[in-house]
């Protein structure tokens, strides 16, 4: 069915590093009930200096 539903909708934001944002993406399309739902990513092109190293911090060791 190709069909536009009109139904209420959640904005859902996953944060990730870019080395795992394939394997986070195709979580989020397998587990979602729409057959296509949307999937984007989005890249942090700037920020406060303190936000962006935590960021780096935190998932530095989760991509290894």
């Known amino acids: 069915n ?28 397998k587990n979602h009930p729409y057959e296509t739902p949307e999937a984007i990513s989005l890249a942090i092109t700037a920020g406060s200096a303190e936000y962006l190293e935590w960021i780096k911090q935190s998932t530095t060791s989760h991509t290894a």
């Open 2 to 29: 190709r069909s536009i539903q009109q139904t209420e909708q959640r904005l859902v934001i996953l944060k990730t590093g870019a080395v795992l944002t394939s394997q986070v993406t195709a979580a989020a399309v």
